[in-house]
C-alpha cells in the first residue's frame, strides 16, 4: 500500500569513496528491498532509498554498522522525501556538489586478494597489482576528484573485458574498483641493470635471486622506492650502509608474517594488532637476545622497526624466499624517498645494483608510518603511508588555513570545517630537492581536498626554508608561531581540549621569543596565546649546531656549572677524547660566551647524559644519543632521584639540574652502574617535572597537563610522566593521533592560526 511507503535521502560524508561503498549500499537494499539510487558526489555520497519504513530503519542502521573494511563515515544526514514509486535499486554516475569528498589511504591487501594471488588456478596468480575495492593503492595514485580512474595514474592501462565485467557488476568486490587490473591489461613489472638494461628472465624471480646473493634492489612500492636487501646477509647490509652513506641509523626490516618476526623480535597483542593492520606501519619492536638479523640492521639499537608486507609485490618477494629482508627508503641521506622513475635511477644508481619497477606511476610520494606503542595505544613517530589523508576532527570548524610546520620531520596541515587533514612525513626541509617535495605535497593537499587556505601559517623562526616558503606564497597572509605553542596546540586540539592548560614541551630546538634557543618548557595557555610559566635553565650551547652533533660539548658545557675548568680533571672517557688544543678553545667559549647561544633544551639534557654515562660523544642521527640512553636505561632499577633545584625566577619556575650531572658523575667515577644512573635520569626529570607542574597548578588553578615534544618518543620518560602526573591528580593527555615530534606540529600552527588575530578578513574567520 502506498501510505506504507516511505523515501528517505541520506547524506554520507567520510572516506566513502573507492572503498566498495556503492556496492555495498546496492546490496544492501536489495537485502530490505528497497528501490531508489546511490550515486557519488563531490562531499561523497547520496543515496535516495524507499520501501517500508521497518526495512528503510534496518537499512539505515546497517550503513553504518556494517560499513566496508576501508569506509570511515564521518556524518550522515537524513531526510524524508516524496516516494517516487521505484522499486528497483541503481548506482548512478558520480557528479554534483562540490568537491568535499574524503580520499582513503593506500592499504594492504585483502585476504580475497590474497587468496587469489597465490592461487595457481586464479587469472591473477602471482599478479603484483591484483586489488579491489577492499584494497590496494588509493591517495599515492589520485590525481584528482572525484575518485574515477580518469583521475588516477592507472588511467593509461585500459581494462580488457573480463575486468570491465567485474568493474561494472555490482555484485563483484571489484566494482568500481578504480585500480582494477590483470596480466592483460594492467601495469606490468621489469628488471634492470642499475645502467637501466633490462634483465632476462622474469622480473620477479630474477629479483628473487639477486636478493638471495646479498645484492642491493631499487624495489617500487606504493609511494616510492625502497633498497632491499637480505636482512641476514651482514655483508650486504654493510654494503647498503656504506653506499647510502647512512652509519648507524637503524634500517627498516619487512618479514613475511608474524610468525617470523616473532623469531627475532618481542611482539606483544598491540604491536601484533598494528602490525597486522590495513595501514602496515612499521613498528617498533624489542629485539630477541638471539636472533638471525645482521647486526648491521640495527646496532648499538635495542629495538627494531619492523613491518609486514604492504603491496602484493612486497607478498611474492617474501613468501618462502626470506626470513626478513632490509626495506630502507629509497634515498640518500638527508633527501626526500625517490618516487618517479627517472629521479630514482638518477639517485639510486650508485646504491642500488639492479631495479625492480614497474609502469604505474605513482603521483604522491609516501613514507612508511613509523608507531611505537605507549601504554597499550599507538604513538606517532612518522605520520605517512596507510595514514593519510585520513582527517583529524578539530574542536570547533574554522577557517581554512595552510600550515607548513617547522624545519624538521616536516608535514603540511589543511584544515576545512571541522577537519585537519596533515600531509604524509616529507622529511627534513634542509635541502631545495626538500622543499619541493613540500610544495608538490601543498599542491597535491589543496587539490584533492578542494581547499583555498586563507591565511599560511608557520614556526617563527625567521631562518626555517618553511619560513621563506610562507613568505612567497602570493595573495596569502603569513603568520608566524612559537614553536613550543604549536606543540601545545597540536596536542589539545587532537584531544578536543579547550581552555588553558599547562603544557609540558620538551624538545631539542624551539626559537623561543627571546631569541634563545627553547626546549625544556612549561607553558599555560590555549590556542589564543601562552605565557611561559617555567622552564630549565639557560645553558650554553658550545659550537651552537656542532654541539647537537656532538654531544659531549653539552657535557662539557653543564659539568663546567659545577667544576669550571677543573672538569677535564674527570675520569670520563667523553672528556679524554678532547684533546688539549680543544679544550681551551671549548674553555674559552664557555667562560665569555663565544658561538654559544644559550638553550633550555631538554633534548640537549639527554645529550650530555648520555656523553657523561659513556653511551654517546658524537652521534650520527638525529637524536641518537637519547635513543641509546633509553635503551639502556631500561635495563636498569629506578632506584632514588638525582638532586634537583627549582626556583623562582620572573614569575617563572626554573628548574636547573646542575646538582643532578655532579651526583651522576661522582656516582659513576665511584662504580656506579651505567643502566641503574640512566634509569635514574629518566626517573629525576620526571619528577622534576611534576614538581613543576605542581607549582604551576597553586598559581594558575590549571589542572590539566599537555605532553608534547619531540623528547616524548621516549617511552620511559612519558610513562614515568603520566603515572607521577596521574597519581598527583592531573588530568594528562599525550599524543595518539599524530606525532609528538615536528610532524604533528603544522596541526597546532592551523589552530592556532583560527583564534589569532590573524591579517584576513573577519567575514572568513
Not at 560524508?13 to 556503492?22: H, T
Not at 537485502?31 to 562531499?43: A, E, F, K, M, Q
Not at 593519510?388 to 570548524?397: H, I, K, M, T
Not at 605565557?531 to 658550545?542: D, H, S
Request: glycine share 10%; aromatic share 8%; net charge negative.
Amino acid at each position: 500500500m502506498v501510505c506504507d511507503i516511505k523515501r528517505i535521502r541520506l547524506e554520507i560524508e567520510g572516506i566513502v569513496q573507492g572503498v566498495g561503498f556503492r556496492p555495498f549500499v546496492y546490496r544492501l537494499a536489495a537485502r530490505h528491498c528497497l528501490g531508489g539510487w546511490v550515486r557519488n558526489t563531490g562531499r561523497g555520497v547520496l543515496i535516495e532509498a524507499e520501501g517500508k519504513p521497518e526495512n528503510l530503519a534496518l537499512f539505515r542502521e546497517a550503513i553504518s554498522s556494517e560499513a566496508p573494511p576501508l569506509a570511515v563515515i564521518t556524518g550522515l544526514r537524513c531526510s524524508e522525501q516524496v516516494p517516487a514509486g521505484e522499486t528497483g535499486f541503481a548506482i548512478l554516475a558520480s557528479g554534483g556538489g562540490e568537491s568535499r569528498a574524503m580520499i582513503s589511504p593506500d592499504c594492504d591487501v585483502c585476504p580475497d586478494c590474497l587468496a587469489e594471488l597465490f592461487d595457481p588456478t586464479d587469472r591473477r596468480y602471482r599478479y603484483p597489482f591484483i586489488n579491489c575495492t577492499n584494497c590496494g593503492p588509493r591517495y599515492s595514485i589520485i590525481t584528482g576528484i572525484p575518485y574515477d580512474r580518469p583521475f588516477t595514474t592507472m588511467a593509461p592501462f585500459a581494462m580488457c573485458p573480463a575486468c570491465r565485467a567485474e568493474y561494472d557488476d555490482p555484485a563483484s568486490r571489484r566494482f568500481h574498483a578504480q585500480p582494477n587490473a590483470c596480466p592483460a591489461c594492467g601495469p606490468h613489472l621489469r628488471l634492470t641493470t642499475a645502467a637501466g638494461d633490462d634483465v632476462a628472465g622474469d622480473p620477479l624471480d630474477g629479483a628473487i635471486r639477486l636478493l638471495r646473493e646479498g645484492r642491493i634492489l631499487a624495489v617500487k612500492g606504493v609511494g616510492g622506492y625502497h633498497l632491499a636487501v637480505d636482512a641476514g646477509n651482514e655483508e650486504g647490509v654493510r654494503e647498503l650502509r656504506r653506499r647510502k652513506q647512512r652509519d648507524e641509523k637503524p634500517f627498516a626490516l619487512m618479514a613475511p608474517t608474524l610468525e617470523a618476526i616473532s623469531c627475532f623480535a618481542l611482539v606483544d597483542e598491540t604491536e601484533a594488532r598494528l602490525l597486522s593492520g590495513t595501514e602496515r606501519p612499521i613498528v617498533i619492536l624489542r629485539k630477541k637476545e638471539a636472533n638471525a638479523v645482521a647486526p648491521s640492521v640495527a646496532p648499538a639499537n635495542g629495538y627494531f622497526g619492523v613491518m609486514l608486507p604492504a603491496t602484493p609485490l612486497h607478498y611474492l618477494l617474501l613468501r618462502g624466499n626470506f626470513s626478513a629482508l632490509v626495506m630502507t627508503s629509497g634515498n640518500v641521506t638527508d633527501e626526500p624517498i625517490a618516487f618517479r622513475d627517472d629521479e630514482a635511477r638518477n639517485r639510486l644508481a650508485g646504491i642500488a645494483d639492479a631495479f625492480l619497477t614497474h609502469d604505474r606511476e605513482i603521483h604522491a610520494r609516501l613514507d612508511d608510518s613509523v608507531v611505537r606503542v605507549f601504554q597499550g595505544n599507538p604513538l606517532f613517530l612518522r605520520r605517512s603511508r596507510g595514514y593519510v589523508p585520513r582527517g583529524v576532527l578539530l574542536p570547533a570548524s574554522q577557517t581554512n588555513v595552510l600550515a607548513v610546520g617547522a624545519e624538521l620531520k616536516a608535514a603540511v596541515c589543511l584544515t576545512r570545517g571541522n577537519r585537519a587533514f596533515l600531509s604524509q612525513h616529507i622529511g627534513d626541509l634542509k635541502n631545495t630537492a626538500t622543499l619541493a617535495s613540500l610544495d608538490e605535497t601543498v599542491i597535491h593537499l589543496q587539490r584533492l581536498l578542494d581547499v583555498q587556505p586563507a591565511v599560511v601559517a608557520h614556526d617563527l623562526h625567521p631562518d626555517y626554508l618553511s619560513t621563506a616558503y610562507a613568505g612567497r606564497i602570493a595573495d596569502l597572509p603569513a603568520l608566524a608561531v612559537q614553536h613550543h605553542h604549536a606543540h601545545l596546540a597540536s596536542c589539545m586540539a587532537e584531544n578536543g581540549l579547550d581552555g588553558e592548560c599547562i603544557g609540558v614541551i620538551f624538545d631539542g630546538t624551539g626559537y623561543g621569543l627571546d631569541g634563545t634557543i627553547w626546549g625544556g618548557e612549561f607553558l599555560v595557555g590555549d590556542y589564543r596565546g601562552f605565557r611561559r610559566a617555567g622552564q630549565f635553565c639557560y645553558v650554553p650551547l658550545p659550537g651552537g649546531d656542532a654541539a647537537v652533533r656532538e654531544p659531549f660539548r653539552m657535557a662539557i658545557s653543564w659539568l663546567h656549572r659545577t667544576y669550571g675548568a677543573k672538569l677535564f680533571d674527570l675520569p670520563l672517557p667523553c672528556l679524554a677524547e678532547v684533546g688539549e688544543p680543544e679544550r681551551g678553545i671549548l674553555l674559552r667559549m664557555l667562560e665569555r660566551g663565544i658561538n654559544s647561544p644559550s638553550t633550555s633544551s631538554c633534548g640537549r639534557l639527554f645529550d650530555a647524559a648520555a656523553a657523561i654515562l659513556g653511551v654517546r660523544s658524537r652521534i650520527s642521527y638525529e637524536g641518537q644519543a637519547a635513543i641509546e640512553l633509553e635503551a639502556l636505561a631500561e635495563e636498569g632499577a629506578p632506584g632514588e632521584p638525582f638532586p634537583f633545584v627549582v626556583s623562582a625566577e620572573d614569575d617563572r619556575q626554573v628548574l636547573d639540574f646542575a646538582p643532578l650531572f655532579k651526583a651522576m658523575t661522582e656516582e659513576l667515577i665511584a662504580g656506579g652502574g651505567r643502566a641503574g644512573l640512566a634509569r635514574r635520569f629518566h626517573v629525576t626529570i620526571a619528577l622534576a617535572a611534576a614538581t613543576v607542574c605542581d607549582e604551576i597548578r597553586t598559581n594558575s588553578g590549571a589542572n590539566r597537563v599537555a605532553l608534547s615534544g619531540g623528547v616524548f618518543q621516549n617511552r620511559l620518560l612519558s610513562e614515568e610522566m603520566v603515572n607521577l602526573l596521574a597519581a598527583r591528580g592531573f588530568d594528562v593527555y599525550t599524543h595518539r593521533l599524530v606525532p609528538p615530534n615536528d610532524g604533528g606540529l603544522a596541526l597546532g600552527q592551523a589552530v592556532i592560526a583560527e583564534w589569532s588575530n590573524a591579517p584576513f578578513p573577519q567575514s572568513l574567520r
